[in-house]
C-alpha cells in the first residue's frame, strides 16, 4: 500500500489549496479514504472523510470551506481547501482504510498512512 500526498505549501488567509494523494498498491473503489492533519505537540486529528459509496463526513472546523473528491479512475483523493485561516497550517495526511459500512464514514481506524505535505496559512 503506498499513498503518497502533494499539494502542500505557503498561502495567504483566505487563500485555497488543493491537496492530492495518489493510491496504488490496494482496491482504491472500495476503501474509504480519509484526511487528518497534526500540528506539534498535538494528537493527530481528522479533517474529512469519503466511504467507498461516495458519502462525506467533514470535522466542524473545515465544513464548508473543505471538500473532498475522488477520482476512482485515477485512483486519486482530493482536499480542496478554500477561505483558508491560519489555525489550519499543520502537515496534513493522507490515509486509506477497508470498511464495511455503506453510509457511515469512518473518522478513526484507518490501517494505512501516507507520509504528510505541510500547509502553512501565514501573511
Known amino acids: 500500500v503506498q499513498l503518497v500526498e502533494s499539494g502542500g505549501g505557503l498561502v495567504q488567509p483566505g487563500g485555497s489549496l488543493r491537496l492530492s494523494c495518489a493510491a496504488s498498491?490496494?482496491?482504491?473503489?472500495?476503501?474509504?479514504m480519509g484526511w487528518f492533519r497534526q500540528t506539534p505537540g498535538k494528537e493527530r486529528e481528522f479533517v474529512a472523510a469519503m466511504n467507498w459509496s461516495g458519502f462525506k463526513k467533514y470535522a466542524d472546523s473545515v465544513k464548508g470551506r473543505f471538500t473532498i473528491s475522488r477520482d476512482s479512475g485515477m485512483n486519486t483523493v482530493y482536499l480542496q481547501m478554500n477561505n483558508l485561516k491560519p489555525e489550519d497550517t499543520a502537515t496534513y495526511y493522507c490515509?486509506?482504510?477497508?470498511?464495511?459500512?455503506?453510509?457511515?464514514?469512518?473518522?478513526?481506524?484507518?490501517?494505512?498512512w501516507g507520509q504528510g505535505t505541510q500547509v502553512t496559512v501565514s501573511s
Open positions: 498498491g490496494f482496491t482504491f473503489s472500495s476503501s474509504a
Open positions: 490515509a486509506a482504510g477497508q470498511f464495511t459500512a455503506v453510509v457511515v464514514v469512518p473518522t478513526q481506524g484507518y490501517g494505512a
